[in-house]
């Protein structure tokens, strides 16, 4: 089958150094498996670390790819609910473990060490295969599984978001960032989002946001305590950095703080006198329990969310979909036909 690998690590701005398109064997499917012919894989930030060697335990060649969508072959003998032709998504977090409120020693992700979804066959055990939502065209949902689960798990379990909140959501452009806008304006919160670009402030105004403000601004802070009335109680950010200390400056207080990544690096100024006097809640979250997945699906299903789509590229230009998420030029989900 038809596979892009990662062959090495170490980004020097030509991604095809970094990246190949080759032959290999088809996974062969054991008797708790699934053997799905994948249509659509999604890219994510993961990967992008993967190829730029910012990542631990990484072992080379592998195929990315987390996100997938896709059709049944065949099913293993101890595996009931699924026919040749069933249309698929894979939760990618396996391993979760007992415990709902944390990962277990023994979680892992789809492609990385195990190879992902950048390819024509994937063989999944059956407990991380779930239908489609019928909704959802099967590039549409291939956006789904890494970023949704982040977002779902962040928005519902640790934010424990509700109508009456007021949430910013700084960097709106990612597929979790935009994942969250959709689930929050689902249950009519009042979003806020910030961004270097005016476009992606109008993109998300357009998909419910009551207004942004474009965070290369001087005093954007301000700008945003203005337009929202001082009313922020609730912040989802994957960024990191500085973001997280200014969101503790205007945040309300009894606000609550999510942190799901940190593209812009660690904090470097902690206020931690805000912390204790506003009486601020901070959680970490990554991806979610397969019951959270499952949540997930069904929320979906229910309130008909469509994920957002950036664009979509054939697999043969695989080098420009990840310089179009490293150029951040994306608004949503990048996708791959395979």
């Known amino acids: ?3 892009v690998l990662i062959t090495e690590t170490g980004f020097d701005g030509d991604f095809h150094k970094n990246l190949s398109i080759q032959n290999i064997p088809d996974p062969e499917a054991g008797e708790n498996d699934v053997l799905v012919n994948i249509k659509f894989a999604a890219l994510n930030h993961r990967d992008l670390w993967i190829i730029k060697g910012a990542y631990s335990k990484i072992r080379l060649p592998v195929v990315p790819g987390s996100d997938c969508s896709g059709v049944v072959v065949s ?6 609910g699924f026919l040749h032709g069933d249309e698929v998504i894979i939760n990618p977090g396996f391993n979760w473990g007992d415990n709902e409120n944390f990962q277990s020693g023994e979680f892992k ?6 190879n992902g979804t950048l390819s024509e066959y994937i063989a999944v055990n059956k407990n991380y295969v779930y239908k489609k939502p019928a909704h959802l065209s099967l590039s549409s949902a291939a956006a789904i599984p890494l970023t949704g689960i982040t977002a779902f798990r962040s928005v519902f379990k640790k934010a424990e978001l509700k109508k009456t909140d007021r949430i910013l959501i700084p960097g709106i452009g990612s597929g979790v960032s935009t994942f969250v806008l959709l689930f ?3 249950i009519g919160v009042s979003v806020f989002v910030t961004s270097g670009s005016n476009e992606k402030i109008e ?4 998909l419910g946001a009551e207004g942004g403000v474009n965070y290369n601004s001087d005093n954007w802070e301000k700008e945003l305590s203005e337009i929202s009335l001082n009313s922020i109680n609730v912040v989802i950010d994957g960024s990191g950095g500085n973001t997280i200390s200014k969101c503790m400056e205007f945040i309300n207080y009894g606000g609550r703080i999510v942190c ?3 593209t812009s690096g660690n904090v470097k100024d902690f206020p931690m006198a805000r912390l204790f006097w506003k009486q601020l809640k901070i959680f970490g979250s990554t991806m979610g329990s397969p019951e959270d997945f499952n949540e997930m699906i069904k929320y979906i299903e229910k309130e008909k969310i469509s994920p957002v789509v950036d664009k979509i590229f054939k697999l043969d230009n695989i080098s420009d979909a990840f310089e179009r998420m490293n150029n951040s030029e994306q608004f949503g989900k990048i996708v791959v036909e395979i």
């Open 1 to 3: 089958m038809r596979a």
């Open 75 to 80: 099913a293993g003998k101890n595996v009931t």
């Open 109 to 114: 992700i789809l492609g990385m060490p195990d």
């Open 184 to 186: 929050a304006v689902s």
């Open 203 to 206: 993109s998300a105004i357009s």
């Open 260 to 262: 799901y990544g940190a």
